[in-house]
């Protein structure tokens, strides 16, 4: 009990973490300015990146670790399998944002000048995935309760 507990409540953790971080970084990718401090973006990418492995490793232990429903209650449920696809979806959006974000952070070791022309697009991604999560707590508390079967 203790476990399944302390699992479930890290994923809930993560949801807040993920959730807000996400709209830090958007709000600090919408206001970046040209040869800007680009602190604010990377500290709220990492907390996202923090957050998704936390999501993804809670996720994993509750669906097959024994600590909920099991896997085959979870694979079966349509509503469930709409979320993962959401999920799925994120993970595809999000590469374009990492991409970019990474050959920020070399640009910077390295002293040399970022262009940041990118940066409204990436703002609009951020907002995009944080309506998908959004979505995502509407259909896990639906899964939790049954709804949809």
């Known amino acids: 009990m203790t476990i399944r507990y302390l699992v ?3 994923h809930l953790v993560a ?8 709209i830090c970084r958007a709000q600090a990718l919408r206001n970046l300015r040209p040869e800007q401090e680009l602190r604010s973006v990377m500290v709220a ?9 936390l999501w ?3 996720g994993l232990a509750r669906i097959f670790g024994g600590l909920e429903k099991g896997s085959t209650y979870y694979l ?10 959401l999920f799925i979806l994120v993970v595809i959006i999000e590469s374009k944002v990492a991409r970019t974000l990474s050959r920020w952070r070399r640009q910077l070791r390295r002293g040399h000048a970022v262009d940041t022309g990118e940066a409204a ?3 609009r991604i951020s907002l995009a995935e944080a309506g998908i999560v959004l979505v995502m707590v509407f259909l896990a508390a639906a899964v939790a309760r049954g ?3």
């Open 15 to 22: 949801l807040a973490i993920g959730f807000g971080s996400v």
């Open 76 to 85: 079966s449920h349509p509503l469930f399998l709409v979320k993962l696809g």
């Open 8 to 10: 479930a409540s890290l």
């Open 121 to 123: 697009l990436m703002a």
């Open 45 to 53: 990418d990492a907390f996202w990146g923090v957050a998704a492995l």
């Open 56 to 58: 993804l490793a809670t």
């Open 147 to 149: 709804m949809g079967t």
